[in-house]
């Protein structure tokens, strides 16, 4: 239970601190929550809580998928100008597309990984 929370806290600190920099710097906010930050902590606590070094290649290999699949969150906000959309059609929009995203994921990662669920 310990080790969940730990790992709660830190990821919440990491989103709360970007949070609050967007505010004040919101460039600076965005390339810190592009950093890789989710998927270092998450490798690593993954590793230390299980030590299995096969699952965590495989988990790192399954990120290496997503990230780019994720990018489709963001596509409606480069068309805003187009198609007249405010923030939350945007957003919306974008939820949709990363649903769309999450397939796609599956496919690509149990063709290229062999693991069907990641």
Known sequence: MFLWLLKAVVAGVVVATAAWLSEKKPGLAGFVVALPLASLLALAFSWFEHRDSQTSILF????LIAVPVSYLFFAPFFFTGRTGWGFWSSY???FVLLILGF?????VSGWLI???SA
């Open 60 to 63: 790192a290999r399954s990120i």
């Open 92 to 94: 919306a929009a974008g």
């Open 103 to 107: 397939f796609i994921h599956r496919w």
């Open 114 to 116: 062999g693991s069907g």
